[in-house]
């Protein structure tokens, strides 16, 4: 196996960081957010936040080369993914849920290609958004973390329980019908929420 020159992957993991601030910082994108795009932990995307490559107190490395160069190819490069079959599928999903301003349910087996389809339409289009559920996410927490996304300042601070949800739905409608063309919002691994309740408001 060659090894790959530490200066290579010296500007690889800069380019990286580069680009996960600007997904921050033009996305909105939350801790969650970036966890789900890149497959680490908090602590890693602070690591990588503030461009840590090396620990401090002894120098040993934060990521491995095998990490940084799926990152790299991941975040950075502009290289069209494989035209797989599910890929061109999925990308016709979300055109077609923008199009039509609809609710779209995907569902497939683990490494059908839905993240990577994810990953590839969250750096090419300006008005995709992202957000990751988990086993924690409430309903009033994932309305927050949409609105969080949206940039939109918290006015519904001081309210509570019902009047809270709706200031903030309210809110995520207004910034959606505010634009030219649909947003594409991105909600993985939704299936954490198995009451109707939160798709009707979604709706």
């Given at each position: ?7 290579d ?124 559920c ?7 927490s ?14 519904w ?15 995520i ?21 198995n ?5 009707q408001?979604?709706?």
């Amino acid at each position: 196996m060659i090894a790959i020159p530490i200066s290579d992957i010296t500007l690889k993991f800069q380019e990286v960081v580069k680009t996960l601030k600007e997904i921050k910082t033009k996305k909105n994108a939350t801790l969650t957010t970036l966890v789900g795009l890149t497959n680490l932990s908090k602590t890693q995307i602070g690591e990588l936040l503030n461009g840590n490559l090396e620990r401090k107190k002894d120098g040993k490395r934060n990521f491995s080369n095998a990490v940084i160069e799926r990152l790299h190819r991941d975040l950075v490069a502009r290289k069209e993914p494989a035209a797989t079959a599910p890929f061109v599928r999925l990308t016709k999903v979300a055109q077609q849920t923008q199009r039509e301003a609809c609710m779209t349910c995907v569902v497939g087996k683990t490494g059908v290609g839905k993240s990577t389809t994810i990953k590839h339409l969250l750096r090419e289009q300006s008005n995709m958004y992202y957000v990751l559920c988990d086993h924690l996410t409430t309903e009033v927490s994932l309305f927050e973390q949409i609105a969080q996304v949206f940039g939109l300042k918290s006015d519904w601070d001081k309210l509570k329980g019902k009047a809270r949800k709706k200031a903030m739905i309210e809110a995520i409608a207004d910034f959606a019908n505010r634009h030219d063309s649909p947003v594409l919002l991105a909600l993985d691994d939704m299936h954490h929420f198995n009451t109707i309740k939160v798709y009707q408001d979604l709706k």
